[in-house]
């Protein structure tokens, strides 16, 4: 059988670095998102959709999202959507998949994976689910969904969210998915694939390449690897082929560079022009070095028109350590006398004072005074 492998859709995600229009564009990206997974399904002819965990943001979200999402699946009423509640959603008192909202407007073709007991997806195959009740189990959840089954000749498919053991630094949480157990599983053919989610980058997972975690369609921060994709699975006991598709349109950019001199400044320039989709991207910088007043004043320029050619743009503090170094030739480019000169003549002062924060503000100063003057010219 063929299925298409999905999780960490996260609909309803909100970003503080993110304006109102640009937060609108993220979200309706991943609502598009959905939309292209369900015609991908049906373009590569696949059976179902799973959706392995943290399908919502959490289980607040506003009643839109919801329903523009069902619209989403809706628009493929021939492929079914599985999903899993995960860590962000869980299956607890306030769970979104038991509000009002959501059983009164549930599309026919989405299905919550909210049970242990096996669900029929294909002739002679199934699904095992491992929802999770809370935002912190006491079990590894996945290993325990194929305990509660008997034995089956079917082709089965463990449908889970989390943290794998080899993973994690903390050996001592309950929660964590056992690699082992999974490839001993499916070793004794008592599983065929172990669909995951949680974490956002396409990842085989052990040895039998039938252990795979998603990724997120749509990116949601810098240190993914490989986001924007779902998994195309040829399933078959005796074969399993598994594809990446990206379906992602946006992307989180860092640009890490060491600033000296106007060619240094060229080539950060020459890096944030190359970027495509600048409209759908995220960019941080973390910048290093020492600049002077003019250059300085040209990297601020650069940088305001960055801010209104991405959707956002923001300065990795600790990553950041750029200095401004004002020299004396440059001083007497401003063309200030009487006590505007002298005012100056202090702030120079000030610049070079062993007092970090003293210092800083004074160089903000001129900056700003040197920026006035050339305006003013």
């Known amino acids: 059988m063929k299925f298409i492998h999905t999780a960490d859709w996260q609909l309803g995600m909100t970003r503080h670095f993110l304006s109102g229009e640009a937060q609108a564009r993220f979200s309706q990206a991943r609502l598009d998102a959905v939309r292209s997974i369900g015609q991908l399904a049906t373009d590569e ?6 959706a392995c965990g943290d399908v919502f943001e959490s289980n607040q979200v506003d009643r839109q999202v919801l329903t523009r999402a069902f619209d989403a699946m809706a628009a493929t009423p021939g492929v079914t959507f599985y999903l899993l509640p995960g860590n962000h959603d869980p299956l607890d008192a306030a769970s979104i998949y038991t509000s009002h909202s959501f059983k009164e407007r549930r599309p026919a073709n989405v299905v919550v994976l909210d049970g242990s007991e096996p669900i029929e997806v294909a002739a002679g195959a199934e699904l095992l689910a491992a929802p999770w009740t809370s935002k912190r189990p006491l079990a590894d959840l996945v290993d325990r969904a194929v305990d509660l089954v008997g ?3 079917a082709l089965r498919v463990v449908v889970g969210h989390g943290v794998l053991d080899a993973r994690s630094p903390d050996k001592r949480d309950p929660a964590l998915v056992s690699l082992s157990r999974l490839e001993e599983r499916i070793s004794a053919g008592e599983i065929h694939y172990a669909a995951l989610g949680d974490r956002h980058s396409v990842t085989n997972e052990g040895t ?25 699975v040829d399933l078959a006991a005796d074969r399993c082929v598994v594809e990446s598709r990206r379906v992602g349109t946006w992307a989180f950019e860092l640009v890490e560079q060491r600033l000296t001199s106007d060619a240094d400044i060229d080539t950060l320039q020459s890096t944030i022009d190359a970027v495509t989709d600048k409209e759908r991207t ?7 070095g020492q600049i002077t007043l003019a250059q300085s004043d040209r990297l601020d320029r650069l940088l305001e028109h960055c801010v209104d050619r991405f959707a956002a743009v923001e300065e990795w503090k600790r990553r950041t350590d ?3 170094l004002p020299d004396d030739i440059e001083a007497e480019t401003f063309g200030l006398s009487g006590f505007a000169a002298e005012a100056l003549d202090d702030l120079r002062g000030l610049a070079r004072s062993s007092d970090d924060s003293q210092a800083a503000e004074a160089r903000d100063a001129m900056a ?7 305006s003013a010219s």
Do not use: N
Not at 282 to 288: F, G, S, T
């Open 45 to 50: 002819e696949c059976e179902f959709v799973v």
């Open 151 to 153: 034995p089956s000749d």
């Open 208 to 232: 039998t390449g039938r252990i795979w975690y998603s990724g997120a369609p749509e990116p949601t921060d810098y240190d993914e690897v490989d986001p924007g994709k779902v998994l195309l």
């Open 282 to 288: 995220v960019l941080k910088l973390a910048l290093v």
């Open 322 to 324: 750029l200095h401004v």
């Open 368 to 374: 700003l005074l040197y920026r006035l003057t050339r």
